[in-house]
């Protein structure tokens, strides 16, 4: 069985609706769709081998991405994922919404046969992750949280 809960990519040319049942991603892995999970590999190897594919499919278990897809999104590749974290950043991020198997198949479906889109996507994920994952936005969040952390304790022990 397949299961897409951490990367997975496009690796071959177009693929239609009347080639890709929704209900395939329940079936065993055929050549349409190569898993990336081959045993752990370094960081510095992500953005070769997410640039060889124009999908990405990252987790629909937990509700949250992690660096793959933050990777992927940086290589501006699309990344088809669910993201529950509404708040977490003052604009939504540009990830293609999927929650269960038909939910990505539906979605590769589209993106594999839309170019246009792909590109689109893929340029809007650069732009976000550069806009809220550069390493001053970053930075400048771990600073403020290590100052409330050094606060809360200096007023603890004031009243303790």
């Not at 990519?9 to 239609?16: D, F, K, L, N, P």
């Not at 539906?106 to 993106?111: D, E, F, T």
């Amino acid at each position: 069985m397949i299961y897409l809960a951490w990367f997975a990519a496009i690796v071959e040319g177009r693929i239609g609706v009347e080639t890709l049942d929704p209900h395939a991603f329940r079936a065993p892995i055929s050549r349409t769709v190569e898993g990336l999970h081959r045993g752990v590999q370094p960081r510095h190897h992500l953005p070769e081998i997410i640039s060889q594919h124009g999908v990405v499919v990252g987790q629909v278990l937990l509700g949250v991405v992690g660096m793959a897809e933050l990777e992927a999104m940086a290589c501006a590749r699309p990344v088809v994922s669910w993201f529950s974290h509404r708040g977490a950043y003052e604009e939504f991020p540009p990830f293609v919404r999927a929650v269960d198997g038909f939910d990505i198949a539906i979605a590769v479906i589209k993106l594999v046969d839309d170019a246009a889109e792909r590109a689109r996507l893929g340029e809007a994920s650069r732009a976000w992750v550069t806009k809220y994952h550069n390493v001053d936005t970053v930075s400048g969040r771990v600073e403020r949280a290590a100052e409330e952390i050094i606060a809360t304790s200096q007023r603890h022990q004031r009243t303790g």
